[in-house]
């Protein structure tokens, strides 16, 4: 019988445990230098020194890690407590502009996620109470928030994957005189 082999030291340094916060950050530095499409667990894995099937003894399922990955770019907009409603919620535009150019590759998904999470939920509920004190009437309230997400969305989408990539192969629209 052949004795067994000694293991391999990883490369990057002493084993660190694996932990929901390990993997949520290697998962961005994952998805920042591959993109979003190339994301995989089993990538993700090799990149911890890890086997796929660990991540989801933290994770039950790859969009429960994608959810935390939302979660994650969320919590970093910070609040404004003391200031008004209007200037709160020009901060907040601000702030959510600010995470999607910290987390570019990852915001396409970002944009579309419904943020159905705890997390989520909250951040809505900050964002339209803002909007509300603003808009006490709650029709005018929720027509604001759809319109200032649908721009603040488009907007950051098209800065984080669109014309700050370069010129478009589109001619442009001339304008008349």
Not at 4 to 22: M, Y
Request: proline share 9%.
């Amino acid at each position: 019988m052949r004795p067994a082999s000694p293991r391999r030291p990883d490369r990057r340094g002493p084993a660190q445990p694996l932990t929901r916060e390990r993997i949520v950050e290697s998962a961005n530095e994952l998805i920042d230098a591959e993109g979003l499409a190339a994301f995989s667990t089993r990538k993700l894995g090799e990149r911890l020194g890890v086997q796929a099937m660990s991540i989801y003894h933290h994770f039950p399922s790859k969009q429960h890690l994608l959810d935390a990955l939302v979660d994650h770019a969320i919590s970093t907009i910070p609040e404004h407590p003391g200031l008004d409603p209007e200037r709160r919620l020009r901060r907040l535009c601000y702030d959510y502009r600010a995470m999607a150019h910290r987390f570019p590759r990852l915001f396409p998904l970002l944009a579309l996620h419904r943020h159905n999470t705890p997390i989520g939920v909250r951040f809505i509920d900050r964002v339209l109470g803002i909007v509300r004190a603003l808009a006490p009437d709650d029709e005018v309230a929720a027509r604001q928030f759809r319109v200032m997400g649908y721009f603040l969305v488009g907007a950051a989408l098209d800065e984080t994957s669109g014309y700050a990539k370069g010129p478009s192969a589109a001619e442009p629209v001339s304008v008349p005189a």
